[in-house]
């Protein structure tokens, strides 16, 4: 890669970044370091983890139910946004026929 120097300055960190593909003086964000990055799950480890099968866990991102990444052409899941997913389809205990009275008559009886 070559320095660019700019009217008989030295070049300095800000004009030695890496510029996107001739789109101008784009600089990357900063990378995080190997411990910051999360360890991301593939379909595989998702359906073990969950107790279901990968058929299913490939219907739920078809289907856009579950938070997913796409890497390239692979798909991978971050533990955390799993964890929230969970959370949130998370239904708590209660009188299951009040629910059936609810969903048939709209009141409960």
């Not at 970044?17 to 990378?31: D, I, M, N, S």
């Amino acid at each position: 890669m070559s320095r660019r120097l700019t009217a008989g300055k030295p070049a300095t960190a800000q004009s030695d970044q890496v510029t996107g593909h001739g789109r101008g003086h784009e600089t990357f964000p900063q990378l995080r370091s190997p411990a910051e990055v999360p360890r991301l799950l593939n379909i595989d480890q998702v359906a073990v983890h969950l107790g279901v099968t990968t058929r299913h866990i490939r219907r739920l991102v078809s289907e856009r139910r579950i938070p997913y990444l796409k890497v390239g052409r692979f798909v991978r899941f971050d533990p955390a946004a799993v964890g929230v997913w969970l959370d949130g389809a998370r239904r708590e205990p209660g009188d299951f026929w009040q629910g059936v009275a609810r969903r048939h008559t709209g009141s409960v009886r």
